[in-house]
Nanobody, 124 residues
Framework: QVQLVESRGGLVQAGGSLRLSCAASGRTFSSYGMGWFRQAPGKEREFVSAISGSGDSTYYADSVKGRFAISRDNAKKTVYLQMNNLKPEDTAVYYC?????????????????WGQGTQVTVSS
């Protein structure tokens, strides 16, 4: 019912910034909580950030607090992840995800739809 397409990945120097975007095709985008997850080489998928359907609540992993900011534009059916002061350890494939109804969560299995993933590489 919902398709998610990510863009704006890339190669960034440490300390630089990058904005990821994820566009959704669903008719009721505002009813979905949205999350960002990432998976680095040799590591399991981890939670990065999440935002409620209305955008009134946001959540961040401790590792990105103060550096990343999640936002959404429901009119454009798009969620964003602004990444500042990037570090080499931020290098990973980043996935956006949508959760239908309920409270947003950092638990990946509770999300219903996933984007294709976009590569973010931070060089030192």
């Amino acid at each position: 019912q919902v398709q998610l397409v990510e863009s704006r990945g890339g190669l960034v120097q440490a300390g630089g910034s990058l904005r990821l975007s994820c566009a959704a095709s669903g008719r009721t985008f505002s009813s979905y909580g949205m999350g960002w997850f990432r998976q680095a080489p040799g590591k399991e998928r981890e939670f990065v950030s999440a935002i409620s359907g209305s955008g009134d609540s946001t959540y961040y992993a401790d590792s990105v607090k103060g550096r990343f900011a999640i936002s959404r534009d429901n009119a454009k059916k798009t969620v964003y992840l602004q990444m500042n002061n990037l570090k080499p350890e931020d290098t990973a494939v980043y996935y956006c995800a949508a959760k239908s109804g309920g409270v947003v969560t950092g638990r990946g299995p509770l999300y219903d739809y996933w984007g294709q993933g976009t590569q973010v590489t931070v060089s030192s």
